[in-house]
């Protein structure tokens, strides 16, 4: 008896002479790229150094196209955002030490967004692994030590002959749901050894699946059959496995209404009558969602900004659906199903029959209007103003990025992404500089259409040098800068909390005129003239900024009452 496993493909005669006769000149870099190439990789992201010169000298030899950046955090953002975009693993080439260090905090959102981003630094050369002192330039007692927290798992090269299979088995785990980012390290003197290993023409490049059990799906389905009032918070983990149809037919089948979480935004119609859109930073959203007596939660730990600042606590019974483990139950009891949102979906899907709820769409009204008339109350004419004149600029299919800034804390509730995969942010790890680098990023994956990216003037100099790379590659990004002068949300914290803020405020440049320095037009523009100016740099091929002096204010929040009980 043959089994599918005992079954071996054989080399064709031309595979066979290819092996055995590799071109010259090829050295352990190659490995490195042309197992990218095999998995099916075409984009690189990163920055060259010392020790990844074997690596970088390599590219010139393949197919694959480099964007390299100017800091290696923002290479790291750039590839987060290539991995959201297009769903497979982003690689970054990176070099050992301070380049390997700068990217943790890409890495850290990354995780956090679980963006599949496949980071493969150098290392010492081999002689210096191991936590010997031997002096070599970068060398740390354990660089693999300084991500082991961050990353989904890290893989250390030795030889040559490692190489194929420690990318491909990276490349596996980037991949498998939960998304997230690995580290791959090759010594340096593994890279730049010449190599008479074949050429690598094959991987495996597709992950497990993560399927739910189906002992847990019939008793969701059970549930949510019996449910009188259900709702459903729908968070990335939908976004992320392409679930949003499924979210529908299945909210829609069992007339619950549906909110967002920051991270889901866009995976479920902003004006369908069952959306409560993305007000969960309000208490009359949450208000009603504790008095669901089923809640089904998709895709979402429930974190800090996913559950009003942990002051919303659910009394139904709670069914969580996540595909990291760690997040089951992490902060409410619940029916935990640990599975990719599509397939549990699917399974609720062949089981829950359909159910009838008059009265959805009207609660569903009321809670919104009451979200608007709270707002209202607080004199925020400006700040709405604002977030709809970039709504009408942008293209209902273009992606935008953001940054943590004012108007991005009013995106994550009041700003409709037009569709799943299009609104992301820093909300995961919460860093600053996120929304440039990244926004490069997915122009890279996408060329087809402009992309946004929305920063203050804080966070915008995190990441100015990327101006050069924006104008070096052509990439169709249109910055829209909010300046107010400093950190204008640790303003109004520190104001709120001490009676005035300190080390806030920041000596800024004249952002146009360093726009146009680095050869990107730049314009100014006001609330009044802001869709106009914002149109029309959307519009022009190419990168551009958009500067916008004013300062915004934040909603008031409602978490802190209940907080304080």
Same mark, same amino acid.
Do not use: C
């Given at each position: 008896?043959?089994?599918? #496993?005992?079954? /071996? ?88 030490? !301070? ?78 749901? !939960?998304?997230?980012? /690995? ?144 997040? +089951? ?8 199903? #640990? ?50 004149? /970039? ?69 915008? +100099? ?97 978490? +802190? ?5």
């Amino acid at each position: 008896m043959t089994h599918d #496993h005992d079954l /071996v493909l054989r080399p064709t005669p031309a595979q066979t002479e290819a092996a055995l006769n590799p071109p010259d000149g090829r050295n352990g870099g190659d490995l490195v790229v042309e197992t990218l190439a095999a998995l099916g990789a075409t984009t690189v992201f990163g920055l060259p150094g010392q020790h990844a010169l074997g690596m970088f000298d390599a590219l010139r030899r393949s197919d694959l196209r480099y964007i390299g950046l100017r800091v290696e955090n923002n290479a790291g953002f750039a590839a987060d955002a290539y991995g959201r975009i297009t769903g497979e693993a982003a690689p970054l080439l990176l070099s050992t030490g !301070p380049g390997a260090l700068t990217s943790l905090a890409a890495l850290q959102e990354a995780a956090a967004a679980s963006a599949p981003v496949l980071a493969i630094s150098s290392q010492v050369p081999t002689a210096g692994l191991g936590g010997g002192r031997h002096g070599y330039l970068h060398e740390l007692p354990d660089q693999a030590a300084s991500f082991r927290g961050v990353v989904k798992s890290v893989h250390t090269v030795r030889t040559q002959s490692q190489i194929p299979s420690a990318i491909e088995a990276a490349w596996k785990s980037a991949l498998t749901a !939960p998304h997230g980012p /690995v580290w791959v390290e090759i010594p340096q003197d593994v890279l730049l050894a010449s190599t008479a290993i074949p050429v690598v023409t094959g991987g495996d490049a597709f992950p497990e699946e993560l399927p739910p059990r189906p002992e847990l799906t019939a008793v969701a389905a059970h549930l949510l059959s019996q449910a009188s009032r259900p709702a459903i918070i729908a968070g990335g983990g939908v976004v992320r496995a392409d679930a949003s149809g499924k979210l529908r037919q299945l909210a829609e089948r069992l007339k619950a209404p549906v909110v967002t979480t920051p991270g889901g935004k866009g995976a479920f119609p902003w004006n369908h009558p069952l959306s409560l859109q993305s007000w969960i930073e309000d208490r009359h959203t949450t208000d009603f969602l504790e008095d669901a007596d089923v809640l089904l939660v998709v895709g979402s730990g429930l974190g800090e900004l996913s559950s009003n600042y942990h002051t919303f606590k659910p009394r139904g019974r709670m069914i969580q659906i996540e595909a990291d483990l760690g997040k +089951l139950e992490s902060n409410h009891p619940a029916l935990g199903i #640990h599975a990719d949102a599509r397939l549990a979906l699917q399974a609720l899907l062949e089981t829950v029959p359909p159910r009838e709820d008059a009265t959805a769409a009207d609660r569903v009204r009321e809670v919104l209007a009451k979200v608007a008339d709270r707002i209202a109350a607080q004199d925020l004419t400006l700040e709405q103003d604002v977030l709809a004149s /970039v709504r009408r600029a942008l293209p209902a299919d273009s992606p935008s990025f953001w940054d943590m800034t004012i108007l991005a804390y009013w995106a994550w509730s009041a700003f409709d992404a037009k569709g799943p995969n299009h609104l992301h942010s820093a909300q995961g790890a919460g860093g600053l500089g996120y929304a440039f680098p990244a926004a490069l990023g997915a122009a890279a994956a996408d060329p087809t259409r402009p992309v946004l990216a929305v920063s203050g003037d804080g966070g915008a +100099l995190y990441s100015i040098a990327e101006l050069a790379t924006a104008r070096q590659y052509g990439l169709d990004v249109t910055w829209l800068i909010v300046d107010d002068g400093g950190y204008g949300i640790l303003r109004e914290y520190m104001t709120d909390a001490f009676g005035e803020a300190t080390a806030t405020e920041l000596t800024r440049p004249d952002y146009v005129a360093l726009a146009e320095s680095f050869g990107v037009p730049g314009v100014r523009t006001s609330p009044e003239h802001l869709e106009q100016d914002l149109a029309k740099a959307l519009r022009t091929p190419g990168p551009s900024v958009v500067v916008l002096p004013a300062v915004l204010r934040m909603f008031a929040p409602t978490h +802190l009452d209940r907080a304080a009980d």
